[in-house]
């Protein structure tokens, strides 16, 4: 995708703080992050959502899951929140899927 800014990062056109790669995946912190630990897992093939890349690519969507967890694990932290924001309805910017990890404070339940 030509104007995709996770495609712009995963390419390294746009500089990112990575955190870990792997063949299918790339981790970089969020830009405006809401935890100690808040780091992004992005395929690196483009997919809208979450739900499009496990429909397309069931394995890489598997990893994007694996990375977040070792990712949480390098970190130190065995609790931690993963989201997909699937829609702008529910604050999806980038429409690029990423799997937010978050940990490292108190959260409550349900979220805002
Ligand atoms: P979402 O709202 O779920 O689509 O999450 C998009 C996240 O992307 C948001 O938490 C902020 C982050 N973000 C936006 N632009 C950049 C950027 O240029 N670099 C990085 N590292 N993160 C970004």
Request: one cysteine or more; hydrophobic letters at 45%; glycine letters at 8%.
């Amino acid at each position: 995708m030509d104007d995709c800014l996770f495609c712009k990062i995963v390419a390294g056109e746009i500089p990112a703080e990575i955190v870990h790669a792997t063949e299918r995946t790339v981790a970089f912190r969020d830009i405006n992050g809401q935890a100690p630990t808040h780091v992004l897992v992005v395929p690196r093939d483009h997919y809208a959502n979450a739900a499009e890349l496990a429909a397309g690519d069931p394995e890489a969507s598997a990893e994007v899951v694996r990375t977040a967890a070792a990712v949480a694990a390098a970190e130190g932290h065995d609790d931690y929140r993963l989201v997909f924001n699937t829609g702008a309805g529910v604050g999806q910017s980038v429409f690029h899927a990423h799997l937010h990890l978050l940990a490292g404070r108190p959260m409550a339940w349900p979220p805002g």
